[in-house]
């Protein structure tokens, strides 16, 4: 009986501790999106930029200064972003330890890497002692990244893979909102605030170290590292029975194709039948950063002072836009199963180039080196941030990170992943490190740079993107056979002369 034919046995039902044990692993996402929310708003905050920015500062309060320029300063931006240069080369060597020590053990080394960053950050007294702990929670989310979405797609039901995978990206969603919100406080508590919203980073680091310390490690993991018997008993808590034998030899058979598969990585980027899975998950995480997310969540203070708007004012902004982003996240969950992956995918890029293009128009028409926006476009603008956020909350967020998880068969699934988290980090690291060049030499004109991408993007999605709702992940293969431009390179390999039947199906 082959896999696909099996998943129709599957038994088993959503048991409190599954959802339990998927809560506190998805806690890792909180770590990356506290980041990504905290990093904007510290350094937006004077008392930060006149201990390690002084130039920064200077440039901020000089009345002649262009407004799109005043951030534009190399270290500042390397504060930001060198934290995804050390997560890119760490999530490689997670890759390994995932592997071979488990998605467990690599959640523990996540945790404990970012409470070592967020205790150097926060107490820093000079640039380097600030960098290497930036260095070091780079580690943490590297590895956060890569043992995350696995543990929480092997330890899911079939049934509910989708919305609990979606789980690591509202986690991420509500750790930015957190970030937000703590700066909006500490901004007030001079003259240490700052060391209080990098500090706070320890707590969800403690919280996901300690889940690691007590959560199973999941069934694949168990088995493919030869623990059959404690596998099928962690197999059968989550499940919540005994009558697991379908799911459990699918496991042992994935696991047995994975550690025949001497080289993963060589397979996917040499076989021609794997090269729709390595494009998308090339494009996908890539695309992801590339609809200028990144920039407005990073930067959303220093973007908002940029344009005029007070200090408070541009951490409240920017605190709106987090819970606008963890309410589109929600839809998302509830959405993503009924409605689809293209669908959502689509109209989130339409609503998100038309946000692009009216923030333009507005900077284009009514800001620039000497005037600030006056309170009416102020609201317009923010409101247009706010509601691209929301599409691409409900959108690129989680399913930048959904698909390719979806599409990869287990013996590819932890390299697939490493392939999306190093892609996903190289291009956050990029965009990080020239947003506030490119913001000062493109001024306006970078809102229709970014929505540029988001309308090839979109296009991709249309022409080259199959749907995968409710494909079982054993059956994802048939997808590419069918897909008019896919079908070239997998119906080939696939498919082998058959003296009855004419073609036959190779799995």
Not at 204 to 219: H, K, Y
Not at 265 to 273: A, D, G, M, P, V
Not at 296 to 325: C, D, E, H, K, R
Request: aromatic residues 12%; glycine residues 10%.
């Amino acid at each position: 009986m082959e896999a696909r034919e099996r998943t129709e046995l599957y038994q088993g039902k959503v048991t409190p501790y599954v959802v339990i044990t998927c809560i506190v692993g998805a806690i890792g996402g909180s770590l990356f999106g506290y980041d990504v929310g905290i990093s904007g708003g510290v350094t937006s905050m004077d008392e930060f930029l006149r201990k390690f920015f002084d130039t920064v500062y200077i440039n901020k309060n000089r009345a002649e200064e262009n407004n799109y320029c005043k951030y534009n300063n190399q270290g500042l931006s390397a504060f930001t972003s060198l934290l995804y240069l050390s997560g890119l080369a760490s999530s490689l060597v997670a890759s390994t330890i995932t592997k071979n020590s488990g998605r467990r053990t690599s959640i523990i080394c996540g945790g404990v890497s970012f409470l070592i960053g967020a205790a150097l950050t926060a107490l820093s007294i000079n640039l380097t002692m600030l960098l290497f702990g930036r260095i070091m929670l780079g580690v943490g989310i590297g590895f956060g990244n890569q043992a995350v979405p696995l543990y929480l797609s092997e330890m899911a039901p079939t049934h509910m893979r989708g919305g609990l995978n979606m789980l690591f990206q509202l986690f991420t969603t509500t750790g930015i909102l957190t970030a937000n919100l703590v700066n909006f406080g500490t901004n007030k508590i001079h003259p240490w605030g700052w060391r209080l919203s990098l500090g706070l980073a320890a707590v969800p680091a403690f919280l996901m170290t300690i889940g690691g310390i007590f959560l199973p490690d999941t069934p694949n993991s168990l088995i493919e590292r030869g623990f059959e018997s404690k596998g099928r008993k962690v197999l059968e808590k989550i499940r919540g029975t005994r009558n697991v034998d379908a799911e459990f030899e699918d496991i042992v058979e994935a696991s047995s194709a994975e550690n025949a598969s001497h080289s993963p990585f060589q397979e996917i980027l040499t076989r021609k039948r794997n090269r729709p899975l390595l494009v998308i998950a090339v494009l996908m995480p890539l695309f992801q950063i590339m609809t200028g997310i990144n920039s407005i969540l990073f930067y959303a203070p220093v973007l908002f002072q940029s344009m005029g708007f007070g200090g408070n004012a541009s951490l409240y902004s920017s605190a709106l836009t987090g819970a606008v982003l963890v309410l589109s996240t929600f839809f998302s969950m509830g959405a993503v199963d009924r409605l689809g992956r293209r669908v959502l995918l689509i109209s989130g890029g339409v609503v998100m180039i038309a946000c692009q293009v009216t923030t333009a128009i507005i900077l284009g028409l009514k800001f620039g080196d000497d005037k600030e926006l006056s309170k009416g476009y102020s609201i317009i603008v923010v409101a247009t941030i706010c509601l691209f956020v929301a599409a691409f909350g409900w959108s690129w967020g989680p399913l930048g990170w959904t698909v390719p998880s979806e599409i990869f068969p287990l013996k590819f699934r932890s390299a697939g992943q490493s392939i999306t988290v190093a892609v996903n980090l190289l291009f956050t690291f990029i965009i990080a490190q020239t947003f506030l060049s490119m913001l000062c030499a493109f001024k306006f004109g970078i809102f229709l740079f970014f929505s540029g991408w988001i309308a090839i993007m979109t296009a991709f999605v249309y022409f080259l993107l199959p749907e995968t709702k409710g494909v079982h992940l054993e059956e994802m293969v048939f997808l590419w056979q069918r897909h008019w431009f896919w079908k070239r390179m997998t119906l080939p390999e696939f498919q082998e002369p058959d003296a009855e039947n004419g073609a036959r199906e190779i799995i």
